[in-house]
C-alpha cells in the first residue's frame, strides 16, 4: 500500500472512529438497530436503479466520442461495475482512474477514455449543485448558512471551468499553452490530448444535455435512498430538507482526503443535519447506513470482478 493511500485511510479511520466516539458509540449502534426492513429494502431498491442508470449516461458519453469504435456494450457495462466495486476502496476518484485504464485496454484511445470519465464525473457534479440550488427554493432558511452556500458555489466553479475548457476556445488555448510550458514532455503530450478529447465533446450539445437530465434523475434517487434510511430509524425530517442536505454531503464525500467518503461523510451528516434537529447519534447512524447502502449498489461489481474478465476471441 502506498504512502498517500495509507495516509488517507488513517484518516478516514481515526476521523470515523473519533466521530462515533465523541457522539457516543451505543447511541449510533441502537439508532441503525432499530431500522425498519421495509425502508431499508425500499432504498436497496433505489440504489441499483441509480447505479443502471449511472452506467447509461457513461455510455451514453463514450458512444458520442468514440462512434463506431466503442467495445461491446457487455466489456464497457462490466467495466463500469467493476470501476465501482474498486472504488470503494479507494479515494472518490480512484474508480474514475481505474475506468479510465481499462477502457483504454480495449481499443479506446486513453486521451478518449479519460475525457469520457471527466465529463461523466463533471456532469454528475453539476447535477447536484443543481438539485441542492433548487431545494433550497424549497428550504429558503438554509441558504442563509455561509457554509451551505459555500460548497454549491465552490463546486459551480469547478463545473464552469470545465465547460469552460469544453466551449471556449480560448480557454482551451490557455490550457494548451500551460501544457506546453511543463518540463515533462509526457505530460505536457497528455494533458494536451485529453483537451483535445474533451473539446470534442462542444458538437454533442444534445448527449450532453440528456446525460445532465439522467444525472439529475440519479442524484434525486440518492436524496431518495437517504430519506429511506432516515426513515427507517426515525428521523422525522421534510424531505425537502434532505434535498438541500444530501447534494452538499455528497460534495464532501467527493473530496479524494479520505476512502469512500470514511470520516468527511460523518462530519457532514452530523454538520447537516445536527440544523434540522437530528442528534448526532442519528446522523452518524444515517452517514453510515448510507456508506453501507453505496457498498450494496457496489456488490455487482465485486461479483464481476471475482468471476474475472473473459479473453477477447
Do not use: K
Not at 114 to 129: C, E, K, N, T
Request: glycine share 8%.
Amino acid at each position: 500500500m502506498t504512502g498517500p493511500r495509507l495516509l488517507r485511510l488513517l484518516v478516514a479511520v481515526t476521523l470515523t472512529a473519533y466521530i462515533i466516539w465523541d457522539t457516543n458509540p451505543r447511541a449510533v449502534a441502537r439508532a441503525a438497530g432499530r431500522a425498519d426492513l421495509n425502508w431499508i429494502s425500499s432504498a436497496v431498491l433505489l440504489v441499483f436503479l441509480d447505479r443502471g442508470l449511472m452506467a447509461w449516461r457513461w455510455m451514453d458519453l463514450l458512444a458520442a466520442l468514440t462512434p463506431g469504435s466503442r467495445p461491446p456494450f457487455w466489456t464497457v457495462l462490466r467495466i463500469f461495475f467493476v470501476s465501482t466495486f474498486i472504488g470503494t476502496f479507494l479515494p472518490s476518484v480512484g474508480g474514475d482512474v481505474y475506468r479510465a485504464y481499462r477502457l483504454s485496454r480495449h481499443d479506446v484511445r486513453m486521451s478518449e477514455s479519460a475525457a469520457s470519465v471527466l465529463m461523466d464525473r463533471v456532469l454528475g457534479v453539476l447535477s447536484i449543485v443543481m438539485v441542492g440550488a433548487v431545494a433550497l427554493l424549497a428550504a429558503p432558511e438554509m441558504a442563509r448558512d455561509p457554509w451551505v452556500m459555500l460548497s454549491l458555489a465552490a463546486a459551480a466553479v469547478l463545473c464552469v471551468a470545465v465547460g469552460g475548457a469544453v466551449f471556449s476556445s480560448r480557454a482551451a488555448g490557455i490550457i494548451q499553452q500551460a501544457a506546453g510550458r511543463l518540463r515533462s514532455y509526457r505530460l505536457s503530450q497528455i494533458t494536451s490530448a485529453m483537451t483535445d478529447a474533451v473539446r470534442r465533446y462542444a458538437r454533442h450539445h444534445r448527449e450532453l444535455l440528456r446525460v445532465l437530465a439522467v444525472s439529475v434523475v440519479v442524484q434525486s434517487l440518492r436524496v431518495l435512498q437517504a430519506f429511506c434510511l432516515g426513515r427507517a430509524i426515525g428521523i422525522d425530517v421534510p424531505l425537502s430538507a434532505f434535498f438541500v442536505f444530501i447534494p452538499i454531503a455528497l460534495l464532501v464525500m467527493l473530496l479524494p482526503i479520505t476512502v469512500n467518503g470514511l470520516g468527511t461523510g460523518q462530519w457532514a451528516f452530523v454538520w447537516l443535519f445536527g440544523q434540522a434537529g437530528v442528534s448526532a447519534s442519528d446522523a452518524v447512524a444515517l452517514s453510515l447506513l448510507f456508506i453501507a447502502l453505496g457498498m450494496v449498489g457496489n456488490l455487482p461489481g465485486a461479483v464481476l470482478y471475482a468471476a474475472g474478465e473473459r479473453p477477447n476471441r
